[in-house]
Structure formats: structure tokens, C-alpha cells
């Protein structure tokens, strides 16, 4: 291996490459990698010798520092570089590309590549996310922090050590994900939306499909509605179909009629026919109607079943709620009963039936009524969901805690179906 001190690549870019003769050879233009036992390892480097491009293997370098790099061969052994299809080349594959910091929930700039001797070669160590690496590259930027120093004005070093990144594909040529991917789950889908709207086209719809259909519909539920046509417009629809599937009904609508009439129907036509009808049924009702903020999943018994078997039945059927804070009371026909607040139901004995506990009259609205009138009751008797009937009074829908507070206070980069 050449004579290496630690570097830089923004230190060795553009910098001449000295031939055995002490004669410059060319400009080193950039760095080939490929695996190695630990971290990747540059195989060799890309020399522009006047219009051509040649390559030295990184055995011909004798040295190979921020100051100095010469080759124990001559200028006239160089062969000319000839591309592979998987070649790595961090100048062009990797430097300036944005990459994923799953622990800050943000999107970040590889400023700039940091090259260690590992197991006796040349690899990458690590990335530079931070100032400094913005500065090694521009002009003036030594200057710049030769005067922090002397301000006494610390730079905080940002490298991300290689170990923590991985790449959507097996080549690095896109690399867009940091840490292991299975952090990605941990994200809350607020933040998960903020990194997608800063993401660079194709890679947000390789980071959703790399993640559970779940947390990927959350996510394109809290986008703005022209970033999520665009994220949508490269995923695979029978990927997109998977998601709207995952999706509570109410909000699956939503993204659904923001789409084109052909495109919703396709959509629909691949989702699983259960999953799908639901959805259509609350695509019939206005936007601004208790209909078009309402959820169809909801829990609902009859009358005379005991505490104990409604726990039971909740048990099994919890998995597939969203937010549960009642139970609904409703008869064969589906006439809205009573309501059992969670509460009452876990503190009431075993034995006892719903109808014995259950409160009526229940409040409630249709599914005609508007904003301000479920607003106005949702303020006045501090539900935090609140049934939704039919003219003949069958319990149809529920609007939940997420939905009234969209309602009460919303959320501006978010624009619901039907607004503009």
C-alpha cells in the first residue's frame, strides 16, 4: 500500500498526481470503491490526462496524502479508464448525494468523504454531513476556518461513520438510507413526512417501499397534496393499492379523492373488495359533511351481551382500530342505543350486560350535517368522537380525535380531498 496519512476526497479531487519521473501526470477526477473486508476500499483512482480519462490501481500510488500524490509508474503506462456497469465512484455516486439521518428525522448533504488505512488499505471511514466538509471545498473556505478558530468559534464535527449506512440499492449509487433501515419503523409518520418532502424524486417511493404499508399510508396522509401526487406517480400501484388497504378507511378517501376519476377507480379495483367498498362508500359523501370526515371502523354491540364478552370480543377486534374510547350500543338494524365509554367498561363487573351501563341519549350528528355544527357540538360537550347516523338513524360512522382536531385546527400543509 502507498505511504497514506488520513484524508479527505475533497483534499485530493482536482489535485495533481506526480509519475515516477517527477513529471505531473494528470488531475486526480475521482475514486473508485468497491467492498472490502471491514469498509468499502478504493480500488483505484480516475486521472484526466488532457481530454482522456486513465486509472491507476491503488497499488501503483507510492504516496498518497492531502499534500502529495505520486505513482511508481510513468505517465506513459497509464491504460485508459474504461467503465464497468457496477462501478462506484465516490465523486460521482456519492459526494453531494442526500442521504437520511433517521436518528435527527431529516434529510442531509454528504458534504464530503473521509478515507482511512483499515486492515492495511485505503477505505472509506466515514461521511462528512457537516460545516466543515462544506468548507474544505469551497474557495476561501480555509480562510474562513482559520478565523473560527481564532474567534474561538468551535465547528462541530458531523461524520457519520460508514458502518451506519446503507444504501436502497445494492450498488450505493443512491444512497438514501442511514442507520438500519428497520429504524425507519420507529419514526413517527409526522416525521416521516417531512423527510419524504425533502427527498429528491425516485428515492422517496424506494424509502416507501422499503418500510409496512401502515406506517407508509400515515406518512402520505400528512403530505401536502402535490408532494404526495408526485411520491404516488412512481410507486407501483398494486404497492400504492397495498397502502390504501393499511389505511383507516376515512383517510384512504381522502388520498383517493384527490386522484383523477380513472386513477381512483384503478386504485380500487386492486384493493381487497372488502377494504375497497368501504372506501367507495365514504367517497359518496361531500368533504364538508360529517360523511366525508367520518371513519367506518368503529366498534359496535349489541345490547344484551355481558362486560366480560365485549372485553373479550375488544381484544380481538383492537388490532384493526384505530382509536377506541367508546363502544356503540346499537339493535339488529343497526339503530344507534347507547354509547360505553372505555372507561365505564373496564369498571364495570363481568357479569353486568351493556344495556344496564350504557348512557342514552347519545349525541350525535347526520351524515348532512356540516363543520360548524359538529364543531359546535365537539366544543360544547368535549367528545373526543362522535357518532355519525343516517336519516333513519343507523350508526354509519364515527368521527375521531385525529379528525376533530384536523377540524378545529388545521393542519396547513395538508389539504383534505376536494380543496384547493
Request: proline share 5%; net charge negative.
Given at each position: 500500500?502507498?505511504?497514506?496519512?488520513e484524508?479527505y476526497?475533497?483534499?485530493?479531487?482536482?489535485?495533481?498526481?506526480i509519475?515516477?519521473?517527477?513529471?505531473?501526470?494528470?488531475?486526480?477526477?475521482?475514486?473508485?470503491?468497491?467492498?472490502?473486508?471491514?469498509?468499502?476500499?478504493?480500488?483505484?483512482?480516475?486521472?484526466?490526462?488532457?481530454?482522456r480519462?486513465?486509472?491507476?490501481?491503488?497499488?501503483?500510488?507510492?504516496?498518497?496524502?492531502?499534500?502529495?500524490t505520486?505513482?511508481?509508474?510513468?505517465e506513459?503506462?497509464?491504460?485508459?479508464?474504461?467503465?464497468?456497469?457496477?462501478?462506484?465512484?465516490?465523486?460521482?455516486h456519492?459526494?453531494?448525494k442526500?442521504?437520511?439521518?433517521?436518528?435527527?428525522?431529516?434529510?442531509?448533504?454528504?458534504?464530503?468523504?473521509?478515507?482511512?488505512?483499515?486492515?492495511?488499505?485505503?477505505?472509506?471511514?466515514?461521511?462528512?454531513?457537516?460545516?466543515?466538509?462544506?468548507?474544505?471545498?469551497?474557495?476561501?473556505?480555509?480562510?474562513i476556518?482559520?478565523?473560527l478558530?481564532?474567534l474561538?468559534?468551535?465547528i462541530?464535527?458531523?461524520?457519520?461513520?460508514?458502518?451506519?449506512?446503507?444504501?436502497?440499492d445494492?450498488?450505493?449509487?443512491?444512497?438514501?438510507?442511514?442507520?438500519?433501515?428497520?429504524?425507519?419503523?420507529?419514526?413517527?409518520?409526522?416525521?416521516?413526512?417531512?423527510?419524504?418532502?425533502?427527498m429528491?424524486?425516485?428515492?422517496?417511493?424506494?424509502?416507501l417501499?422499503?418500510?409496512?404499508?401502515?406506517?407508509?399510508?400515515?406518512?402520505l396522509?400528512?403530505?401536502p397534496?402535490?408532494v404526495?401526487e408526485?411520491?404516488?406517480?412512481?410507486?407501483?400501484?398494486?404497492k400504492?393499492?397495498d397502502?390504501l388497504?393499511?389505511?383507516p378507511?376515512?383517510?384512504?378517501?381522502?388520498?383517493?379523492?384527490?386522484?383523477?376519476?380513472?386513477?381512483?377507480k384503478?386504485?380500487l379495483?386492486?384493493?381487497?373488495?372488502?377494504?375497497?367498498?368501504e372506501?367507495?362508500?365514504?367517497?359518496?359523501?361531500e368533504?364538508?359533511?360529517a360523511?366525508?370526515?367520518?371513519?367506518?371502523?368503529?366498534?359496535?354491540?349489541?345490547?344484551?351481551?355481558?362486560?366480560?364478552?365485549?372485553?373479550?370480543?375488544i381484544?380481538?377486534?383492537?388490532?384493526?382500530?384505530?382509536f377506541?374510547?367508546?363502544?356503540?350500543?346499537?339493535d339488529?338494524?343497526d339503530?344507534?342505543?347507547?354509547?360505553?365509554?372505555?372507561k365505564?367498561?373496564?369498571?364495570?363487573?363481568f357479569?353486568?350486560?351493556?344495556?344496564?351501563?350504557?348512557?342514552q341519549?347519545?349525541?350525535?350528528?347526520?351524515?348532512d350535517?356540516?363543520?360548524?355544527?359538529?364543531?359546535d357540538?365537539?366544543s360544547?360537550y368535549?367528545?373526543?368522537?362522535?357518532?355519525?347516523?343516517?336519516d333513519?338513524?343507523?350508526?354509519?360512522?364515527?368521527?375521531?380525535?385525529?379528525?376533530?382536531?384536523d377540524?378545529?385546527?388545521?393542519?396547513?400543509?395538508?389539504?383534505r380531498?376536494?380543496?384547493?
Amino acid at each position: 500500500m502507498a505511504f497514506f496519512t488520513e484524508v479527505y476526497v475533497s483534499e485530493v479531487l482536482d489535485k495533481p498526481i506526480i509519475d515516477r519521473y517527477g513529471r505531473r501526470a494528470g488531475v486526480i477526477s475521482d475514486l473508485v470503491i468497491g467492498p472490502g473486508v471491514l469498509y468499502p476500499c478504493i480500488l483505484k483512482l480516475l486521472i484526466k490526462v488532457n481530454e482522456r480519462m486513465a486509472e491507476v490501481p491503488i497499488d501503483d500510488l507510492s504516496l498518497f496524502n492531502r499534500f502529495l500524490t505520486t505513482m511508481s509508474t510513468s505517465e506513459d503506462e497509464l491504460k485508459p479508464y474504461l467503465p464497468e456497469a457496477n462501478d462506484i465512484l465516490i465523486k460521482k455516486h456519492i459526494l453531494d448525494k442526500q442521504i437520511l439521518d433517521v436518528n435527527g428525522a431529516k434529510v442531509v448533504r454528504v458534504n464530503d468523504v473521509k478515507l482511512g488505512e483499515i486492515e492495511g488499505s485505503i477505505c472509506v471511514s466515514g461521511i462528512d454531513v457537516g460545516l466543515d466538509g462544506i468548507l474544505r471545498r469551497i474557495d476561501g473556505g480555509r480562510a474562513i476556518q482559520r478565523i473560527l478558530s481564532f474567534l474561538r468559534i468551535p465547528i462541530k464535527e458531523q461524520i457519520i461513520n460508514w458502518h451506519f449506512l446503507q444504501s436502497v440499492d445494492p450498488y450505493v449509487k443512491n444512497l438514501t438510507l442511514t442507520v438500519a433501515r428497520r429504524q425507519l419503523s420507529d419514526l413517527h409518520p409526522s416525521d416521516l413526512a417531512s423527510i419524504l418532502k425533502e427527498m429528491p424524486a425516485g428515492q422517496s417511493e424506494q424509502l416507501l417501499s422499503s418500510i409496512d404499508e401502515e406506517l407508509a399510508g400515515e406518512a402520505l396522509h400528512e403530505l401536502p397534496m402535490d408532494v404526495r401526487e408526485k411520491i404516488l406517480k412512481g410507486l407501483d400501484k398494486e404497492k400504492t393499492a397495498d397502502i390504501l388497504e393499511e389505511m383507516p378507511p376515512d383517510e384512504a378517501a381522502d388520498i383517493l379523492g384527490d386522484m383523477s376519476e380513472e386513477t381512483s377507480k384503478e386504485l380500487l379495483s386492486l384493493m381487497e373488495p372488502e377494504d375497497a367498498r368501504e372506501v367507495s362508500d365514504l367517497l359518496e359523501y361531500e368533504e364538508d359533511t360529517a360523511g366525508g370526515l367520518m371513519t367506518s371502523e368503529f366498534l359496535d354491540f349489541p345490547p344484551d351481551i355481558t362486560v366480560e364478552t365485549a372485553i373479550a370480543d375488544i381484544r380481538l377486534l383492537a388490532p384493526e382500530i384505530d382509536f377506541i374510547y367508546y363502544i356503540y350500543v346499537i339493535d339488529d338494524e343497526d339503530h344507534l342505543l347507547g354509547v360505553v365509554s372505555l372507561k365505564k367498561l373496564l369498571t364495570s363487573p363481568f357479569n353486568v350486560k351493556l344495556e344496564e351501563i350504557m348512557s342514552q341519549p347519545v349525541k350525535s350528528v347526520h351524515l348532512d350535517s356540516e363543520q360548524r355544527e359538529i364543531a359546535d357540538i365537539i366544543s360544547k360537550y368535549d367528545f373526543i368522537a362522535i357518532p355519525v347516523l343516517d336519516d333513519e338513524d343507523r350508526l354509519k360512522g364515527v368521527i375521531t380525535v385525529d379528525d376533530i382536531f384536523d377540524l378545529l385546527v388545521p393542519n396547513p400543509t395538508r389539504r383534505r380531498r376536494g380543496s384547493y
